[in-house]
């Protein structure tokens, strides 16, 4: 099939992220098809003319269908387009489609969502472009490793459903490893000890089978051509690279590294060992992993490394639908993961500041940023007692947020009910943060590292229909486990190095065979029923806050999507520290610090946040997209 896409498909990174050095090749030169960000930079149009794809043509294309509805593109398979303006988001600029929209944490993942889209592919197809593209590109926050949630919204029923990966804990799981008097009980808590049963593939085949309407080899294509033909990679990629690589076993150093030395910014990154991978999956779905020579590959360097995850676990995983959970705000339904997600967390911030009008508090005044902390304070109690097992029937209720709005004291910041960990895990991070001899400035330093690391990705995309897929995929730390099985250029997780083992027996324990929980909240936001708003972000147990921010930019303070994001965060960080980023302005800060918070200044900042929203025309159709990406990473939002 002859593919055509618009030349304003094109992806470009926000202009506020950092450009990448030209590459540093033995020839100096590179094919001017070569997939980088640079290449997408210079071909920045918002004119609609047409060009061809440069999408891998030479991956297998297996004919097996989704069981979604037929596709409506023409006889001649091109997809009919609404005419009007198509563009890219800037930091203060979000990106405009007609025909629909992607924002993610990378230009590459954002083109190869766009191309499939304008292929005639829908929403649900583009998901899984995004997620397999990511792997490639973003390859240190997610991927077939991995492990997420997903809240996705069905145009043609009408409905938002969870989409959650199954991720588990090996059934031959001993928690004691974990815990003294074991030997090296600490050491355990990071590497092989900690994998958990990797879901995302799982969860894409799955979603895929019910809604998708391309060849599922199609949908592999962009991530194979990443892979095998190599990209540029910009700073936040090196940066990473260039922290973790001590960490990574040899086979990996060779991959991300040149003559024993880390990639740096404007190197060029090739993964041939992930492309043969992309092309097994492509090949033979995800059987490829799950009872597949992936999946055995997977299994023996875990084991090799001291993890209990066998081939059995691999087989029994399962993907499912779940119940999302929904709550009223600002005249719209919020609609995110439910359990075994603690989402519901931010729910509980948003009703509880729904009382007390933010509107007139004003965005990021000391009034409101004192107010939502301690309303958070409150949400982190409840989720550390009931985690994935809330009575929602209580805390999201109208009576609830008013007793919480009304215990909201102005005058000072009050106390914080959370189980203290006397024995905290190690950290499976040597992010590289210069330390200091200063106690204080030593705890911010720490916090600041623990908040606002991604280590995580969130990605949108909505079609013509208003099919809209909002999806939050990880690998638990950066790189996950560090752990890359031989031949296959995939990482596995450590999602259980996020458990809480002192003191035991909490529901944050980690427990054989348990379904793995986490603060992952994609999330939507409906309007008379219909989606006008859908976003995410990273940022481990800042993610509920950040999204209750970004939500209440929207529906309080009128923003429009990349306005809300663009907009200084602030995050109330365990056990009792206020992280604020920078543009939070001094005078407030002085006033948060009078109140009694114990304000430290994150200049890393909190998440990496990408979302859309939606306008719809008087037949109650979709008519305008807009988009935005994060200025605080290196991602892209493209309308078409």
């Not at 958990?196 to 962009?222: K, Q, V």
């Not at 490394?305 to 005249?331: I, M, Q």
């Not at 099985?485 to 083992?501: I, K, V, Y």
């Not at 990349?562 to 009792?576: G, K, L, M, W």
Request: hydrophobic residues 35%; aromatic residues 8%.
């Amino acid at each position: 099939m002859k593919r055509l896409f618009l030349v304003f498909s094109v992806l470009v990174v926000c202009s506020c992220g950092a450009q990448p050095a030209p590459p540093q090749g033995d020839s100096g030169e590179r094919d001017d098809r070569e997939p980088t960000v640079e290449r997408a930079v210079a071909e920045r149009s918002t004119t609609g003319d047409a060009e061809e794809s440069t999408a891998q043509e030479d991956a297998p294309t297996q004919k097996s269908g989704g069981q979604g509805a037929e596709s409506t593109r023409p006889a001649d398979g091109e997809p009919e387009l609404r005419e009007g303006p198509a563009t890219t988001s800037t930091a203060s600029r979000a990106a405009v489609g007609t025909n629909g929209m992607v924002s993610t944490a990378h230009p590459l993942a954002t083109r190869a969502g766009v191309e499939v889209l304008q292929d005639g592919g829908n929403a649900f197809d583009a998901a899984v472009a995004v997620g397999a593209a990511l792997n490639v590109v973003e390859p240190m926050m997610s991927g077939v490793g991995g492990y997420g949630a997903t809240v996705v919204y069905d145009a043609e029923r009408g409905e938002t459903r969870f989409l959650e990966t199954g991720s588990r804990t090996p059934e031959s799981l001993d928690p004691s490893i974990f815990r003294p008097p074991t030997p090296g009980y600490q050491e355990n808590r990071c590497g092989g000890p900690v994998v958990s049963t990797p879901g995302n593939l799982n969860a894409w085949r799955l979603m895929w089978e019910e809604y998708g309407e391309e060849e599922w080899s199609r949908l592999f294509e962009p991530a194979v051509g990443y892979a095998e033909e190599g990209f540029v990679i910009g700073e936040e990629t090196a940066g990473w690279i260039g922290s973790e690589y001590p960490a990574f076993p040899a086979n990996a150093q060779e991959i991300y590294g040149r003559n024993g030395a880390p990639l740096r910014t404007g190197d060029r990154l090739v993964q041939e060992d992930l492309a043969d991978s992309m092309r097994t999956i492509a090949e033979n779905g995800a059987g490829a992993i799950y009872g597949g020579e992936l999946g055995q590959a997977m299994v023996a360097e875990a084991r090799e490394n001291g993890s209990f995850l066998t081939e059995k676990d691999l087989r029994e995983n399962r993907a499912r639908w779940r119940p999302t959970v929904v709550s009223d705000y600002g005249g719209g339904e919020i609609v995110t993961a439910g359990p075994p997600s603690t989402a519901w967390g931010a729910l509980l911030r948003l009703g509880t500041m729904g009382e007390l009008d933010p509107a007139s508090l004003g965005q990021n005044t000391s009034p409101y940023v004192h107010a939502l902390t301690e309303i958070s304070k409150n949400a982190f109690s409840q989720t550390s007692q009931y985690a994935a097992d809330p009575p929602l029937d209580e805390l999201l209720t109208e009576p609830y947020f008013a007793e919480q709005a009304a215990a909201v004291d102005f005058s000072a910041a009050g106390p914080i009910e959370w189980p203290r960990t006397s024995d905290p895990a190690k950290s499976c991070s040597p992010t590289g943060y210069v330390p200091t001899t200063d106690a204080s400035a030593s705890a911010s330093a720490s916090a600041s590292a623990q908040a606002s690391v991604g280590h995580t990705t969130h990605f949108v995309v909505a079609d013509r229909e208003g099919n809209v897929v909002s999806s939050t995929q990880t690998l638990g730390n950066v790189f996950g486990s560090k752990l890359m099985p031989e031949g296959t250029g995939l990482w596995l997780n450590d999602q259980l190095a996020w458990s809480r083992f002192e003191p035991r027996g909490t529901v944050f324990d980690v427990y054989a065979g348990r379904q793995t929980l986490y603060a992952l909240c994609p999330t939507i936001v409906l309007r008379d029923g219909r989606p006008v708003v859908a976003l995410g972000t990273p940022g481990g147990r800042t993610i509920p806050q950040t999204t209750t921010q970004m939500i209440t930019n929207i529906q309080a303070f009128g923003m429009d999507v990349q306005e809300a994001i663009s907009a200084p965060r602030f995050s109330f960080v365990i056990p009792d520290l206020l992280g604020v980023e920078p543009q939070i302005p001094a005078d407030v800060r002085s006033q948060l610090e009078v109140l009694g918070h114990n304000v430290y200044v994150d200049e890393f900042g909190f998440g990496n946040a990408h979302g859309l929203a939606i306008e719809y025309g008087k037949e109650g159709n979709p008519s305008r997209f807009t988009g935005g990406a994060d200025p605080r990473g290196e991602g892209a939002a493209t309308g078409l």
